[in-house]
């Protein structure tokens, strides 16, 4: 196989995935790889996988097969993200037409494997270094208005359906200087908001240039001085490592967003200690009540799985209940998918397809409704905006709210503006507004 030309990467999963891909092409283009342009055909193709669920992680062996050319050619194929890492040199027994594996804590080797590749190799590199992949990465070169930023990676917790902490490692925060650094590059290149990652974000714990240990709080602190940065946020918070630095942060950082994403997985106690979860119903209430209490227009969302193994209706029926008595304004909500290597993968009672099916339908019909009165709740209001994209009808533009609401609004305003608007319509997914007047830089 010839030494690849340009490049392209699809990333799939979740934001980390986003932002690893990111990291991924800035280390290309740093060695003088350009990425394909549009339309442009790849010599190179990088499929950024996640695992966390069947689907997920199959689509990525679909994938594989499509990169094959009508002629019989195909582009050189790299695996990367939690699918590589879950099955290392076993994808590429699976598809002879996987060139390289890489896993998330080593892609900082990227063009080493490359050119292995290139040389007729097919190099597996699921290592997780003890080094930090972060310190062998270029500078950020570029950003959008919204930029993501992973603070922490890994996760301690096992909940007992989850991959991420075999797939993503142990946890590890990145140093205070580092995290600055790269923040204010970020914003230097254009970025007004900062969400910041982690697997288990709200764990994060460091030593600020004074040497003062502290967490996630002391961070948004010191990010939010940053001239330039408009909007902080973070994901995803684990309920049992959250503290009141953090929820009191909610209520005097004005550039920390009122959005909090916090999953509670199921409704049911028994459930949640099935699935190892470390908190219970009550608790996690009792935490949204501490938000809502520092910041009342706190918008919350949640992941949910349902049919968890052993899962009855009464304790679905307690996921129902713990939706009506948070209101989220946005979910996620999964069948669950039995995860090779996973302890649920091997309990009783795994809850049949169709009942799952049902409970999902349900859950969604409620979700839905919430995340209608809340975005109903939002008209008549004015509020910023920050512009991410163009929507379809022409001067049309999409930009979030503070509670992350998708706002369409027509405009002259471009990419990267703040604009103040007034919402006059509320759709189950997004807002409609009409321009007040944009917000000086
Ligand atoms: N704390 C993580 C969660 C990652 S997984 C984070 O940083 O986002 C995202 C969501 O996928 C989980 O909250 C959970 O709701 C869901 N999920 C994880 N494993 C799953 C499984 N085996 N089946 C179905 N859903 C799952
Ligand atoms: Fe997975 Fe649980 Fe860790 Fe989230 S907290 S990544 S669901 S093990
Ligand atoms: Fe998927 Fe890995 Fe993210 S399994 S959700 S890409 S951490």
Redo the contacts with the bound molecule.
């Keep these: 196989m010839n030494e690849p030309k340009n490049f392209r990467i699809k990333s799939f999963g979740?934001q980390?995935n986003v932002y690893d891909g990111e990291r991924m092409a800035e280390l290309l283009s740093s060695k003088g790889m350009p990425e394909a342009k549009e339309g442009e055909e790849a010599d190179l193709v990088i499929l950024n996988t996640c695992h966390?669920?069947e689907k997920a992680a199959e689509k990525a062996y679909s994938d594989v097969g499509r990169m094959v050319r009508e002629d019989g050619s195909r582009p050189m194929v790299a695996l990367a993200g939690c699918v590589a890492q879950a099955e290392a040199g076993e994808a590429q027994k699976r598809s002879k037409n996987i060139d390289i594996v890489v896993g998330p804590q080593a892609y900082h080797r990227l063009p080493d494997l490359v050119d292995q590749a290139a040389k007729g190799g097919r190099p597996v590199d699921t290592d997780m270094p003890a080094i930090s992949k972060f310190d062998a990465m270029p500078a950020r070169s570029k950003s959008g208005p919204s930029a993501f930023l992973t603070v922490a990676e890994g996760?301690d917790k096992f909940?007992t359906?989850?991959?991420?902490p075999y797939t993503r490692g142990a946890e590890i925060s990145r140093p205070w200087g580092d995290i600055v650094s790269e923040a204010l590059s970020l914003v230097e290149r254009g970025a007004r908001e900062i969400t910041l990652l982690?697997?288990?974000v709200s764990a994060w714990s460091g030593q600020d240039e004074k040497g003062r240990t502290g967490g996630l709080e002391l961070l948004i602190r010191r990010l939010a001085k940053i001239d330039g940065l408009e909007r902080l946020r973070y994901?995803?918070s684990?309920p049992a490592d959250m503290d009141e630095g953090l929820i009191a942060a909610h209520g005097d950082v004005d550039k920390l967003m009122p959005y909090l994403h916090l999953?509670v997985?199921a409704g049911s106690d028994r459930i949640l200690k099935a699935m190892n979860r470390h908190h219970t119903a009550e608790s996690y209430l009792k935490l949204i009540e501490r938000f809502r209490t520092a910041r009342p227009d706190m918008a919350i969302s949640g992941?949910?799985?349902v049919g968890f193994p052993g899962e009855s209706d009464a304790e679905f029926e307690e996921t129902l209940a713990i939706v009506d008595a948070v209101r989220y304004a946005s979910a996620?909500s999964?069948?669950?998918?039995?995860?090779p290597g996973?302890p649920?993968a091997d309990m009783e009672d795994q809850i049949e397809a169709d009942v799952m099916d049902d409970r999902l339908q349900r859950l969604q019909a409620k979700l839905s409704e919430h995340s209608l009165a809340f975005n109903r709740s939002k008209v008549g209001q004015t509020f910023p905006i920050l512009i991410e994209r163009k929507g379809k009808k022409p001067g049309q533009m999409i930009g979030k709210s503070p509670w992350l609401q998708s706002t369409f609004v027509e405009t002259g305003a471009v990419i990267g503006d703040m604009v103040e608007v007034r919402i006059e319509q509320a759709l189950p997914n997004s807002l409609g507004a009409t321009l007040l007047e944009k917000v000086p830089a």
């Design positions: 979740c980390m966390i669920r996760c909940c359906y989850c991959v991420v982690g697997q288990n994901t995803t684990h999953p997985q992941d949910f799985i996620y999964f069948k669950y998918s039995p995860r996973t649920a």
